[in-house]
């Protein structure tokens, strides 16, 4: 299947999602999960390490600095979904706005990071990686922050993992995940308009949703 921008654009509007196999499997397929994993925005969890580890630690937050390095990095692991035809269709996508990338660095190097797709005020993380303890968890935590900042009301994560279950992860219903997706995709939200929060900024207002 030769893909396109715009029929992934689609895709995400009504539910569904490509994969593959593999990395070097060029068939690719349309997933839409009987339960579907999402992270609710007023329901994301900071444990008591995480904040330590958000107060204590010495890193820098970016967004768009390096989606490509992003997408690489979720996709070098021994198993993934991301063959060459949804890497290209990734950046065709962040080239046009509608793909994102949220950068943990350390050390100046890239230590973790979270990217995904969007439309209207919908969300949807694709995947993650961490190179240094809880560098994914960090990027979550901003990413989560700054979708609450800028007005989006749905986060996909596609499938729930214990991981992403850790941080208020839930699953719900096809059913139930298409009604909160056709209320998401009818507004206009910009990823890009916010502000990053100071750690004290982000912790204090993850308490007042808790």
């Known amino acids: 299947m030769t ?6 654009l689609h895709a995400y509007s009504v539910g569904v999602f490509p994969m593959a196999e593999t990395s070097d499997n060029p068939e690719i397929f349309w997933v839409d999960p009987k339960r579907r994993g999402i992270l609710p925005l007023d329901g994301f969890h900071i444990s008591r390490s995480l904040g330590r580890h ?4 010495a890193y820098q937050v970016t967004v768009n600095r390096d989606f490509q390095a992003v997408v ?5 692991r021994e198993e993934t979904w991301i063959n060459a035809e949804i890497y290209k269709r990734y950046i065709e996508l962040h080239e046009m706005g509608h793909a994102h990338s949220l950068e943990i660095w350390q050390d100046g190097a ?4 979270v990217y995904g797709v969007t439309v209207g005020a919908a969300f949807f993380g694709e995947s993650m990686f961490s190179h240094r303890t809880n560098a994914s968890k960090l990027a979550l935590a901003y990413l ?3 979708l609450n900042q800028t007005g989006f009301t749905l986060c996909d994560t596609q499938f729930l993992t214990t991981h992403l279950a850790s941080l208020g992860g839930i699953e719900i219903s096809r059913a139930a995940y298409r009604r909160q ?3 998401a995709v009818q507004e206009q939200k910009s990823f890009t308009s916010a502000e990053f929060p100071t750690a004290q900024e982000l912790l204090q207002r993850n308490t007042q949703m808790s």
Not at 72 to 76: I, K, M, S, W
Request: net charge negative; charged share 30%.
């Open 72 to 76: 690489t990095a979720c996709a070098d």
């Open 3 to 8: 893909l396109s921008a715009d029929l992934l």
């Open 110 to 113: 890239l230590s973790g990071g």
């Open 54 to 57: 958000i107060r204590r630690a």
């Open 144 to 146: 989560v922050d700054r």
């Open 181 to 183: 997706l056709f209320e």
